[in-house]
């Protein structure tokens, strides 16, 4: 759309969701909650394949549910198709079968559906998302129970497994290829809402009455809305209180949304996966843990949270983890939950006595005497990312240090990072419930490369034995303690050898009004993430007058 037509679109009125004033329905229900964005491009086609994450449409995510929940926040287990479940060895995993659940045809959800599920995304693998059977051996039905064998102990696959969408047996047998189903007419799933009308413009769902907790949705429909018109017109419809929940960036959130309706307007950022400094590891003098433990006292966190991120971020905690959701997980004796503050006397200090000295015009020297000189490489199209660099880029520079900012694509910089072509960067930790995918993924050896070449998912080149088997342990320990000796030792890698510098946690946008709903999760009462929709819908009450 043309900058005119926006102008005009605004002037008018006219934002898209006419109709949607205020509606609060009989029977202690709520008539509907409109929300943003249903998915599927800007030509949106009926598609409620739950395995098909391209192109499947939003409500899937409320047709269609899941053994247990993991929550997003404080990765709690909540017990959802499956009421219980027990590790018999460390590679039999047995699921009790939530009893009386229906499918929204009426037919009965048993185990058969769920063995059903997870064969059909082993015949085939491109339905296999989630990388559910990448140490998976079997999965069958016995009763009502539901057996999990693994290749090897099967700890670190319990989170995958729990992402993985549950269909019936009695529809899903008699489609030809999975890979192309579009679901399209009358999907059945055992979730809260089923479908009830679709457009190119606005997608509807229903209450399902023979949802297997059905007394705990309050909510008669939920009605998504195309965002055709992008950011300025979404802001708009939010501001003006045009949705029950949306999930945008917004810039300055508190004049143009929460001022506008300070008693119904809220929102809340909890943290996602750490933003992160990446050095390359390979090159001097990233090279030289001393060099890096003094960067981690030079950077002003507080200045990126506050300007750069607008203050709608929190300061990383060096551990790795996400605090204070993964809380149970640190070391008792780690100040602070792992933040290091800003202390730039300390950070010049250390690199003085680590052999950095200072010259006669200030500039750092490396050990070859010559002036340290690099480059800080970030997307020069993510406006935040860059205000960031430039604070820690001038705090490297006060610390006599030559460096200098390059602004690449973002595609550019995605494959420098991969390959290894760069000094100094941006990375983003995995930020999930799964805490050896959290250490794995930037730190395990089997996921580097050379120089060169494209590393899996460790761009900084880090290679440590005692890492790779704290991350065995972790890996293959149902234990709950020995889980936490191993993230423990893990996480004195990441405070004494320093392989990347975690700045700020990356916000999970979540703006929602309480003029029709009340119960949303927020900062005091964290009860479900974001994206836990199963969860926080089963919380909604009809607000009171």
């Known amino acids: 759309m043309t900058g005119t037509a926006v102008v005009s679109l605004l002037l008018s009125g ?23 964005d249903f998915g599927g491009g800007a030509a949106p086609k009926p598609n409620y394949n739950p395995f098909l994450d391209a192109v499947k449409l939003s409500s899937t995510g409320y047709i269609f549910e899941r053994l247990y929940i993991i929550e997003g926040n404080s990765c709690k287990e909540k017990p959802w198709l499956a009421s219980a479940y027990e590790w018999e060895t460390p590679e039999r995993l047995v699921f009790d079968i939530r009893p009386k659940v229906k499918w929204n045809d009426g037919r009965p959800f048993t185990a058969d559906d769920v063995a059903f599920t997870f064969d059909m995304i082993k015949k085939h693998p491109a339905l296999d998302t989630k990388g559910a059977w990448a140490n998976l051996k079997s999965v069958d039905a016995q009763g009502q129970k539901v057996v999990f064998t693994f290749k090897e102990a099967g700890a670190s696959s319990f989170t995958a497994i729990n992402e993985v969408p549950i269909v019936p047996e009695h529809i899903w047998s008699k489609v030809k290829d999975p890979k192309t189903f579009t679901n399209a007419k009358n999907p059945v799933g055992t979730g809260p809402m089923k479908m009830k009308s679709f457009s190119p413009k606005q997608l509807v769902t229903e209450r399902n009455p023979r949802y297997w907790q059905a007394e705990k949705v309050k909510v008669n429909e939920l009605r998504f809305n195309k965002t055709d018109a992008g950011g300025q017109v979404e802001q708009l419809k939010l501001s003006r209180g045009e949705y029950d929940q949306q999930g945008l960036y917004v810039p300055d959130i508190e004049k143009t949304y929460v001022k506008r309706d300070p008693e119904h307007h ?16 390979t090159k001097a003098p990233f090279k030289d843990v001393r060099f890096r433990r003094a960067l ?5 966190h507080q200045k990126v949270v506050s300007k750069a991120q607008l203050g709608y971020v929190t300061h990383a905690s060096q551990s790795g983890l996400i605090v204070p959701g993964q809380k149970d997980f640190l070391p008792r004796s780690l100040p602070d939950e792992g933040r290091i503050g800003y202390d730039p006397k300390a950070a010049s200090a250390a690199l003085t006595k680590a052999g950095y000295k200072r010259d006669s015009q200030g500039r750092r020297l490396g050990k070859d005497g010559k002036p340290i000189s690099f480059s800080f490489k970030v997307p020069g199209s993510y406006n935040d990312w860059v205000a960031s660099a430039k604070i820690l880029t001038d705090n490297m520079k006060a610390l006599g240090l030559q460096v200098d900012m390059e602004t690449p694509t973002p595609t550019a910089h995605e494959e420098d990072r991969a390959t290894g072509n760069y000094e100094m960067t941006f990375g983003v930790l995995p930020g999930t419930c799964n805490n050896y995918t959290n250490f794995a993924d930037p730190l395990s050896s089997e996921k580097t490369a050379p120089i060169g070449e494209k590393a899996p998912s460790n761009t900084v080149r880090w290679k440590d034995a005692r890492t790779d088997k704290l991350l065995d342990r972790l890996r293959l320990t149902v234990d709950r303690d020995k889980q936490k000796q191993a993230v423990a030792g893990l996480v004195d890698v990441m405070m004494t050898d320093v392989p990347m510098i975690p700045v700020w946690y990356g916000a999970k946008w979540f703006q929602y009004k309480t003029t029709k709903a009340e119960g949303w999760p927020d ?13 926080w819908l089963t919380h909604l009450k009809p607000a009171k007058d």
Not at 16 to 28: D, H, I, Q
Not at 266 to 281: E, I, R, T
Not at 523 to 535: C, F, I, Q, R, T
Request: aromatic share 14%; proline share 4%.
């Open 14 to 36: 006219c934002t898209g969701t006419e109709g949607t004033g205020e509606s609060t329905g009989a029977g202690g229900r709520i008539d509907y909650l409109n929300f943003g």
């Open 266 to 281: 809220k929102y809340w950022y909890a943290p996602g996966g750490a933003v992160s400094v990446y050095m390359n590891l």
């Open 296 to 300: 981690t006292k030079a950077f002003d």
């Open 523 to 535: 900062e005091n009462d964290p009860y479900a993430a974001a994206g836990d929709n199963l969860v």
